[in-house]
C-alpha cells in the first residue's frame, strides 16, 4: 500500500511559480514510477508529468513542456512538481499517482494509487 498527500497548492498571478510536494508512505515508493494529473473544472483528469523509479526518464504533457519540472527523492519518499511561467489554463486540482511498477506512464490505468488533490488556481 501507498498512501499520497499532496501539498503546495494555491493561488498565484499568471507568469508566477509554484512548487507542489508529494509525500508517500509505504515501502515502495522507491520501485514504482510517479506521475502528476490534472483536472479541470469540467473536464476529464489528464497527464502533466511522470518520472521513473529512479529519476532517469521523465515524460510531459505537451503544453507543460518547458514550464514544468518532476523531481523525486526516494530517500525522502517525496516527489515534486516545479510549476513555472503559469497561466491561467494551468488552473485545476492537481493528483499526484504512484504506478503500478518501475515503468513510466502517461495512462491513468497504469497507477495504482492516488492522493487528494491540491488545488493550483492562476489568475490572468
Known amino acids: 500500500q501507498v498512501q499520497l498527500v499532496e501539498s503546495g497548492g494555491g493561488l498565484v498571478q499568471a507568469g508566477g511559480s509554484l512548487r507542489l510536494s508529494c509525500a508517500a508512505s509505504?515501502?515502495?515508493?522507491?520501485?514504482?514510477?510517479m506521475g502528476w494529473f490534472r483536472q479541470a473544472p469540467g473536464k476529464e483528469r489528464a497527464f502533466v508529468a511522470a518520472i521513473s523509479w529512479n529519476g532517469d526518464i521523465t515524460y510531459y504533457a505537451d503544453s507543460v513542456k518547458g514550464r514544468f519540472t518532476i523531481s523525486r527523492h526516494n530517500a525522502q519518499n517525496t516527489a515534486s512538481l516545479q510549476m513555472n511561467s503559469l497561466k491561467p489554463e494551468d488552473t485545476a486540482l492537481y493528483y499526484c499517482?504512484?504506478?503500478?511498477?518501475?515503468?513510466?506512464?502517461?495512462?491513468?490505468?497504469?497507477?495504482?494509487?492516488w492522493g487528494q488533490g491540491t488545488q493550483v488556481t492562476v489568475s490572468s
Open positions: 499517482a504512484a504506478a503500478r511498477s518501475l515503468a513510466v506512464s502517461t495512462l491513468e490505468s497504469n497507477y495504482a494509487y
Open positions: 509505504g515501502r515502495t515508493f522507491s520501485s514504482r514510477a
